[in-house]
């Protein structure tokens, strides 16, 4: 066929024979339809740290601002697209990977994402950095003591994680990595925590 050998296809993956389609429609131009810069704010924490919370009070207060964002809840995200994908370490580390994915196509289509996972490990929080430009993504760690989530216990985890019902359990017998360089460090102690807001 004419032109064949001047497309440049290559293996991505598992995937061969794939090639990158640009359209003329790009982040500059989404961006300054919607008045504003694409990128991603990155919430991490313990279980029961308040990342959800914080991310629905962060998303309102930019929404009453004019400004379009989109929340992507690690719970929320195992509901669909993470369905498949378990609390195994593998899984958790593909769980990651796809939201860190998922969350530089949002901030590419110029929307301010706001992912919300505890991700606890400092390696795979740094790869999905390393999708966007250093400028377009903020990490966010909400250090709430583990005593403080424990004692909290929304969804009754820890109970169950103490009692051994749960396995691997980010803070009990699962490590987290609390992060050494990011952008916002919202510091959280016993009988002093500050409201969302």
Do not use: M
Request: net charge positive; hydrophobic share 35%; with cysteine.
């Amino acid at each position: 066929l004419p032109g064949i050998d001047k497309l440049v296809t290559s293996t991505v993956g598992k995937s061969t024979n794939v090639l990158w389609h640009d359209c003329p429609i790009g982040q500059f131009e989404r961006q300054e339809l919607l008045n504003q810069k694409g990128c991603v704010v990155w919430i991490t924490g313990l279980s029961g740290s308040g990342k959800s919370t914080l991310a629905c009070a962060l998303s309102r207060e930019l929404h009453s601002r004019g400004h379009l964002t989109y929340i992507l809840d690690g719970d929320n995200l195992r509901h669909g697209l993470n369905r498949d994908l378990c609390f195994e370490a593998k899984d958790r580390a593909e769980n990651i990977r796809r939201v860190g994915e998922v969350a530089k196509l949002f901030a590419d289509a110029g929307l301010i994402c706001i992912a919300s996972l505890i991700s606890p490990y400092r390696s795979e929080r740094s790869a999905c950095r390393k999708l966007l430009h250093n400028s377009t993504f903020i990490e966010v760690f909400l250090n709430v003591p583990l005593e403080v989530c424990e004692a909290r216990d929304p969804k009754g985890l820890y109970k169950l994680a103490r009692a051994g019902k749960i396995k691997g359990f980010t803070g009990i017998d699962d490590p987290y990595e609390a992060p050494s360089d990011c952008e916002i460090v919202i510091q959280c102690k016993a009988g002093d925590c500050a409201t969302p807001k």
